[in-house]
């Protein structure tokens, strides 16, 4: 799988599927969860109402699965990142968990592209070095069968600067 590491937004990629920074309600938050669900449509929003009603809220770790709506993508994948706290050991699980099972999701859907943000490095506080270590590591160890590319989107400066040692 080819690993890409592009600055910007998310939201105008062409991928088979983004994945969104979710909260565990599904029904939008901050950062790029609002900023998918408002390029996405009304569309991602009553889907995910849909995923609620049959399974309750989307535990940390764990991923399901929208349309991209209105976004280049045909689908958006949410997964919901852990909360920065002081188990670290639990944090980093659940983090890679997140790209673990985004990564499965788009497997199942047959998906050769997935572009993914920088998962709870904002409003979660998840600290960006080691939350990119996370990422580019479950993603290298991936075994894929149809996901041909891998993108990481960051949104800001710092964060590129962080995947760029990691990926180059």
């Known amino acids: 799988m080819k690993i890409e590491l592009i600055k910007g937004d998310i939201t105008k990629i062409e991928a ?21 669900h408002r390029a996405g449509g009304v569309e991602i929003l009553e889907e995910c109402k849909e995923i609620r009603n049959r399974q309750g809220k989307c535990k940390t770790g764990e991923a399901v699965v929208t349309t991209g709506g209105n976004l280049p993508s045909k689908y958006v994948i949410h997964t919901v990142g852990p909360v920065w706290n002081d188990d670290e050991e639990r944090c980093c699980g659940l983090l890679s968990n997140c790209y673990i099972n985004s990564l499965k999701l788009a497997e199942s859907l047959g998906i050769k592209t997935i572009a993914f943000p920088n998962i709870s490095t904002g409003i979660y506080r998840f600290p960006k070095e080691l939350a990119a270590q996370i990422a580019v590591n479950a993603v290298k160890n991936f075994q894929p069968e149809t996901i041909e590319k891998a993108i990481f989107v960051c949104f800001d400066d710092e964060n590129e600067m962080i995947y760029r040692k990691l990926i180059d």
């Open 16 to 36: 088979d599927a983004i994945v969104n920074a979710a909260n565990s309600s599904l029904l939008g938050g901050g950062g790029v969860d609002v900023a998918i």
